[in-house]
């Protein structure tokens, strides 16, 4: 069992940088891939990136991608979403996740709670 709990989300204007936060508990954490998913007012839930297990390998979606980093720390068991150049269409509750690693939200077992991300323009 893995809880799951993001923090980091504010209010930015556009070209601002944010890095959010999610802390694991449990000590499974470890062996699963990460992925951050966000779900703008109106929109289904979108994915975002992921990070292996052993942080050594990540995948971006387009829309994010040369903007955004993930990383992680195993030992503090959390995994973090850097976000520079931000835009308005990146507003969005942000929500991370565990599982296997993939693309969709059925391949992650384990959800965060959210955490609000409003870009201004």
């Known amino acids: 069992q893995v809880q799951l709990v993001e923090s980091g989300g504010g209010l930015v204007q556009a070209g601002g940088s944010l890095r959010l936060s999610c802390a694991a508990s449990?000590?499974?954490?470890?062996?699963?891939?990460m992925g951050w998913f966000r779900q703008a007012p109106g929109k289904e839930r979108e994915f975002v990136g992921v990070?292996?297990?052993?942080?050594?390998?990540?995948y971006y979606a387009d829309s994010v991608k040369g903007r955004f980093t993930i990383s992680r720390d195993n030992a503090k068991r959390t995994v973090y979403l850097q976000m520079n150049s931000l835009k308005p269409e990146d507003t969005a509750v942000y929500f991370c996740?565990?599982?296997?690693?993939?693309?969709?939200?059925?391949?992650?077992?384990?959800w965060g709670q959210g955490t609000q991300v409003t870009v201004s323009s």
């Open positions: 996740a565990a599982g296997n690693y993939g693309l969709t939200e059925e391949q992650y077992n384990y």
């Open positions: 449990g000590h499974t954490f470890r062996t699963y891939a």
């Open positions: 990070i292996s297990w052993s942080g050594g390998t990540t």
